[in-house]
């Protein structure tokens, strides 16, 4: 395997032809070759690419005497060529946000760790503080990336209060590029559900979307004594405020994205509302599709490394969910990836597990673990593998040049081998001292990975 670490500080643009690989867009794929040039896509040739005919032959033995001695040829022949992956839900950061102690820099190893795995823009929040501007958590949570990113990064803002002038601060940070919002329905930073319906008000006037962690609080806060973590936040906290958005989305005619969907309950309400016509965007996680509940069972500390919200479910909801994959229901898989540490943040709150972090690892592993359980397990299609985790991503988050490989997009590619490996420690590269897919035997990941056409080796 060869790996190539973009540095967004700089670099030397090459050029560089990516030969006899299989092009795979959301709604296509071709055997053809890849000119990038100057950090775009220059050119593709193929004989199945619109607007070639049939003099290919000809067409591209002539391209390859004008570019001898100035091109880097790289032979993908028996690989595939994906557009960059794109990481829509992530949290680097959150230990040292939240207060939990960290050496690691967040910022540089999780960006690095997303490129290692493919993923070439990772979408994080910028969280509003009480009495703080949108404007202002923007500017600051970017100002934590200066000079520290290994990839592309993008951001939603988190709204964690009201202000009167709302619709105002939308518009300023629509105006710098951010076209998504974050609320919470659980936690500290929870909207009432007056707030929400504002909210949602003004982002169908401004065209933005609306990603809700949907956990009705007071169910939780119920169930917070029961002694089996799946119960303390169960399927129905989740359920009963998707429901809730759902009609909240009928009602304000706003774009909603349910993030980490993780039953099977929240997946029929999803698809129902979708056949009803309702603007509703499904996100699941690798750790819903995978993990179960059964990580609960293990009476040890070991049973903290899988804390995180909402919690994992049942067997029956991986097959539910899945299947929601496979079917087109689900729109987009990310990670919701927090790199706490086992050991401090985790397993010493083993006897109060309201203490434990929650959050799990994931950036590094994602189109690996999905790769392998879909494509290679399911025989899903890879354009929709494309589609679930670059194109859908690009188009919903108005990530531009992004998500789809054609000439004069970025040059932000992953070619990819199917190779087999085993999930150890010692090829992680995220902040952590753990991996909740540690052991596992996997089939796919990166043999290069470019960004802007920058190949630049780590």
Known sequence: MILFFYNCSGGVSIKTLIKNGVIVNYDSTIKGHILVENGVIKRIFSKEYEGLNNDFEELLKKSYDDLLGECEVIDAEGN?????FIDAHTHPGLPEDLGFYKETDDFYTETKAALIGGTTTIVDFAEQEKGQRLIDALNKRKKRYEGKANCKYAFHVAI????DDLYNQLVEIKNEGVNSVKLY?????????DHILKVMDCCSKLNMVVLVHCEEDSIINYCKDNLNYSKQRPW???QTMVNTIINFSRLTDCTCYICHVSSKESAH????????GVKVYMETCPQYLILNSDKYSTPSAEMTKFILSPPLREKE???ALIKACLEGITDVISTDHCAFLYKEHKEKYFKDLNKAAKGIPGIQLRVSLIYDLLVEKYGLNPKDLVKLLSYNPAKI???????????????DIVIWEREKFKVTMDIIKEGTDYSPYEGMELTGRPKYVFINGQAIKG
């Open 269 to 276: 309400a999803i698809k129902n509302a979708k056949e009803q």
């Open 80 to 84: 595939f060529i994906f557009p960059g």
């Open 317 to 319: 909801d991986n097959e």
């Open 397 to 411: 988050l108005s990530l531009e040049d992004r998500g789809y490989i054609k000439e004069g997009n970025s040059a």
């Open 185 to 193: 329905t659980t936690y500290g930073m929870k909207l009432g559900n």
């Open 160 to 163: 964690t209060e009201v202000q």
């Open 236 to 238: 129905q906290a989740e």
